[in-house]
Antibody
Framework: QVQLQESGPGLVKPSQTLSLTCTVSGGSISSGSYYWSWIRQPAGKGLEWTGL???????NYNPSLKSRVTISVDTSKNQFSLKVNSVTAADTAVYYC??????????????WGQGILVTVSS | QSALTQPASVSGSPGQSITISCTGT?????????VSWYQQHPGKAPKLMIYDVINRPSGVSNRFSGSKSGNTASLTISGLQAEDEADYYCSSYTSSTTRVFGGGTKLTVL
């Protein structure tokens, strides 16, 4: 059974960098045709796709966040990470990491982490 | 990219059927059969309910079904049960190879 677990600071100051890590267990991050994504959800609002990475290191980002977001992968640790630069209160959200399936499964997200609340405040 | 459009809320009585729509464009929903649906209970992570417009993952009740016509996808829940009360989100692959979610629909079981 694949499991994903987010980790990182729960409080970040405005203008600083938000950094989160997702640790994958129960399977290799390098296996299969999967991709790995970050999705966030402000309190009381909907889901917002942030970006994705393949184990090869290939990435794609939400155009609205592209200038501030970087996703990286460390296959040796079975982890992938998210960095969001120059954060504001608008970046306050629950951040989920998720596994994405290939085109045979419509690129759907089948496994999700439990989510981590990140608050941007001084 | 703009979020896909979903109704903010829908409701139904136990045993009834409801349908939630998800409207996009020819660059996402209309252009590909890569629409998925997620159920989210309060305080929980989303759960995949439908992928590839119409397919159910193993373990998901056959009361949940999906369809698509043009730029609009739909999720139908039949035989509504109390535990179906949750938020539902659609998602689609896009022509830019990004992903996009709908704004979400709150389902109330009366």
């Amino acid at each position: 059974q694949v499991q994903l677990q987010e980790s990182g600071p729960g409080l970040v100051k405005p203008s600083q960098t938000l950094s989160l890590t997702c640790t994958v267990s129960g399977g290799s991050i390098s296996s299969g045709s999967y991709y790995w994504s970050w999705i966030r959800q402000p309190a009381g609002k909907g889901l917002e796709w942030t970006g994705l990475i393949y184990s090869s290191g290939s990435t794609n980002y939400n155009p609205s966040l592209k200038s501030r977001v970087t996703i990286s992968v460390d296959t040796s640790k079975n982890q992938f990470s998210l960095k969001v630069n120059s954060v504001t209160a608008a970046d306050t959200a629950v951040y989920y990491c998720a596994r994405g399936l290939g085109h045979s499964y419509g690129y759907a997200f089948d496994y999700w982490g439990q989510g981590i609340l990140v608050t941007v405040s001084s | 990219q703009s979020a896909l459009t979903q109704p903010a809320s829908v409701s139904g009585s136990p045993g009834q059927s409801i349908t939630i729509s998800c409207t996009g464009t020819s660059s996402d929903v209309g252009g590909y059969n890569y629409v998925s649906w997620y159920q989210q209970h309060p305080g929980k992570a989303p759960k995949l309910m439908i992928y590839d417009v119409i397919n159910r993952p193993s373990g998901v009740s056959n009361r949940f079904s999906g369809s698509k016509s043009g730029n609009t996808a739909s999720l139908t829940i039949s035989g509504l049960q109390a535990e179906d009360e949750a938020d539902y989100y659609c998602s689609s692959y896009t022509s830019s190879t990004t992903r996009v979610f709908g704004g979400g629909t709150k389902l109330t079981v009366l």
